[in-house]
């Protein structure tokens, strides 16, 4: 069965620093989405990406996140000056459309020091 | 009010028992709903869809009442495989975001 892979599985970083995460889609699937869950806490929306574009935000998703579609497999989260705050788990989803199924890879667990 | 709102549990149960969960939604413009089951510390696995004239899956059935803003999850015959957390999961239909409750956390016993 097709999966959704994510690479690194553990993160640590110093607080200020940048990280990419990065997610490998189901392949023919054309909705990417990053959630991310805080520990002891439920899953939230980050982005939502779709035609090379992102289609969707949440407030969490500010400056200091961004996404790339960099070639026709990897689908990249990237943030660019670490807080402590954003210590979480983070899943790359995918679908295959509208209101569909999204279909969840076994995440990066980042830790911020 | 919370846009998914869940029971969070813990709902311990022995094998063989049938145990059900409920959540409310807020927004009625959701359009799809679903289940998903999420082991500790891992990531959400779909369970199933959730469809208007109800839908099961094995041992598994889902309802939605849509006039009540309510979806159901019944597990039958449960077994010490099935302790995990269910997250009740909306879409709202005008967007592609999920929404999801806190979930239900069941722990099957022998």
């Known amino acids: 069965e097709p999966e959704v892979t994510q690479t690194p599985s553990h993160q640590v970083t110093q607080m200020g620093q940048e990280v990419i995460l990065r997610c490998v889609p189901i392949?023919?699937?054309?909705?990417f989405y990053w959630y991310r869950q805080i520990l002891g806490q439920k899953v939230e929306f980050l982005v939502s990406?779709?035609?090379?574009?992102?289609?969707?935000k949440s407030e969490i998703f500010d400056d200091q996140f961004s996404v790339e579609r960099p070639d026709g497999s990897n689908f990249t989260l990237k943030i660019r000056s670490t807080k402590l705050e954003d210590s979480a788990m983070y899943f790359c989803?995918?679908?295959?459309?509208?209101?569909?199924?999204?279909?969840f890879g076994d995440g990066t667990r980042l830790s911020i020091l | 009010r919370k846009e998914v709102e869940q029971d969070p549990g813990p709902f311990n149960v022995p094998e063989g028992a049938t145990v059900a969960f409920n959540c409310t939604y807020s927004?009625?413009?959701?359009?799809?709903f679903f289940w998903y089951r999420q082991d500790c510390r891992k990531e959400p696995k779909l369970l199933m869809s959730v469809y208007s004239s109800g839908n099961e899956d094995g041992r598994f059935t889902a309802q939605l009442n849509r006039a009540s803003q309510y979806i159901s999850l019944l597990i039958r015959d449960s077994k010490l495989s099935d302790s995990a957390t269910y997250l009740c999961v909306v879409n709202m239909g005008n967007t592609d975001k999920l929404i999801f409750g806190t979930g239900t956390r069941l722990q099957v016993f022998p």
């Open positions: 927004n009625s413009a959701s359009q799809s």
């Open positions: 990406f779709y035609n090379n574009e992102i289609s969707e």
């Open positions: 392949s023919n699937h054309l909705y």
């Open positions: 989803a995918s679908g295959s459309g509208m209101n569909q199924p999204q279909h």
